[in-house]
Every structure is written in C-alpha cells, then in structure tokens.
C-alpha cells in the first residue's frame, strides 16, 4: 500500500507551501512567511518549522504577495502569486545573507597625495637594523617602502 500526502482543501480553494533556504541550501527555521491577499489585503502568517517548511491551506483563488523575513538575511518578497481552486501552489524560497555595514576609518601617515613618484631616504641606523648577510646595499634597493627602522619617522 503507497501513502500518499493529504492536503487541507476544498474545491473552492487552494494551498500554498514551499522550503525556505539559505544561500548554502540549509534549511532555515523560524522564518515569518506573510502572505497578503492582494484583492482583499487580508493577511494570513506562519512561521517555517525545524524543516524550513512552511504552508497557507484553505486560500481562495486571487492574486498574492509572499513575504519572507529572518534575521540575518534580506526579506525576500515574490509578487504576483496566483492561487487556483484545487491547486497546491509550491514556491522554495532562497534567501540572502544580509549585507553587513561597517565604517571604517583608516589613518596613514604614509600618503602621498602631492605628486606620482615613489621613494623614500633610508639612512644608516636603519641600514644596520636590516637582517642582511653581507650589508650588501642593492638588497636594499628592492625593499617595500614601508619598513621603519627603531626610532624613524615616517615622512
């Protein structure tokens, strides 16, 4: 004997269901599906289970709007849901990490916004702090422009 799903409607209605996931495919509980009745705005709310499951049975036939929030990811809406009489409607829904906004300030006492050249004066005592084998000085020469000896200013 096969089992097969029961789902709750009449034959003047119709059902809606679907899996919310993340952008890894993971499954996402506790999300707030709204679904708003765009002829009569009347609004109906469920909440996804530990299976990112979610379903809206015994819907008249129209035109819906889904909504889907929780925290940490962007709402996603899906606009233009048509629900037919006798219809089990199944739409996934993926949703995406929300963006995070941070400001950050960054000082540099390295800038040079006067001119394009490159280049700096290194003197001796920085010279003497450099691990170099032999103190051959063309080694120096490829050396990134950051590095400060002890007691250096940059400038």
């Known amino acids: 004997m096969t089992a097969f799903e029961v789902f709750a409607q009449s034959a003047s209605t ?5 899996t919310v ?16 009745n765009n002829g009569t705005g009347q609004l109906l709310t469920a909440v996804t289970d530990l299976e990112g499951l979610y379903r809206f049975s015994l819907l008249p036939p129209g035109q819906y709007e889904l909504r889907v929030e929780r925290a940490g990811f962007a709402p996603h809406i899906v606009r233009e849901v048509m629900i037919q009489i006798s219809e089990v409607r199944r739409i996934p829904v993926k949703l995406a990490v929300q963006g995070a906004r941070e400001e950050l300030e960054v000082e540099s006492s390295l800038l040079q916004t006067e001119g394009a050249a490159l280049g700096r004066v290194i003197d001796g005592s920085t010279i003497v702090a450099l691990p170099l084998v032999n103190r051959n000085y063309t080694q120096i020469l490829g ?3 950051t590095i400060e000896g002890p007691g250096q200013c940059c400038g």
């Open 14 to 18: 119709g059902a809606l269901s679907g």
């Open 21 to 36: 996931i993340d952008p890894t495919g993971a499954v996402v509980p506790k999300a707030t599906i709204t679904l708003r």
């Open 143 to 145: 050396l990134p422009s």
